[in-house]
T-cell receptor, first 115, second 115 residues
């Protein structure tokens, strides 16, 4: 089954404790992206990747890091989480870097609470 | 930079009634336009998209949307809603950029269906 998976689905952590949210897709997609969803703000793009070893900032990259060492994986790293990063996070992927927005497939989301 | 406005935060519709969700965008030329649906606890699913051509676009689940350049709008419609349509709906816009488009989401419209 074609899908985007995220782990963990729920995470409670404390300020300053480094964490990683994994994202994996099995569709051989070139384009991957991370979003955060906050009430009243919709989804905002954090980082995206056009292909392996190619990443770029989205609208709200501060406090986040990403890497794209393999095509299928696109982990989101919070080096020193703060309470304002409490949010619902979505990973997404799409087929090709020539039309990255053609059809994005979204993961189920990771709900993060930073105390 | 492009932006998207969904003026209705919450809409309540009776089952079997017609539905129209509004979306207005701000962009100088013709952007790529999308509607996504998010069911409770789920990721986002693409309903339909517009890149060019026929301004009336058919999507999944019986939804359609019409691109009106003069009004900078891309409203989503359904002639008869079902209880399973209760969800949050997001309009999104991407500025064509030779494969480097960035997707910008509206803040969403929550749809409630009453019997």
């Amino acid at each position: 089954e074609a899908q985007v998976t995220q782990n963990p689905r729920y995470l409670i952590t404390v300020t300053g404790k480094k964490l990683t949210v994994t994202c994996s897709q099995n569709m051989n997609h070139e384009y991957m992206s991370w979003y955060r969803q906050d009430p009243g703000l919709g989804l905002r793009q954090i980082y995206y990747s056009m292909n392996v070893e190619v990443t770029d900032k989205g609208d709200v990259p501060e406090g986040y890091k990403v890497s794209r060492k393999e095509k299928r994986n696109f982990p989101l790293i919070l080096e020193s989480p703060s309470p304002n990063q409490t949010s619902l996070y979505f990973c997404a992927s799409s087929r090709g870097s020539d039309r990255p927005q053609e059809t994005q497939y979204f993961g189920p989301g990771t709900r993060l609470l930073v105390l | 930079a492009q932006s998207v406005t969904q003026p209705d935060i919450h809409i309540t519709v009776s089952e079997g009634a017609s539905l129209e969700l509004r979306c207005n965008y701000s962009y100088g030329a013709t952007p790529y336009l999308f509607w996504y649906v998010q069911s409770p606890g789920q990721g986002l699913q693409l309903l339909l998209k517009y890149f060019s051509g026929d301004t009336l676009v058919q999507g999944i689940k019986g939804f359609e949307a019409e691109f009106k350049r003069s009004q900078s709008s891309f409203n989503l419609r359904k002639p008869s809603v079902h209880w399973s349509d209760a969800a949050e709906y997001f309009c999104a816009v991407a500025e064509p950029n030779f494969g480097n488009e960035k997707l910008t989401f509206g803040t969403g419209t929550r749809l409630t269906i009453i019997p």
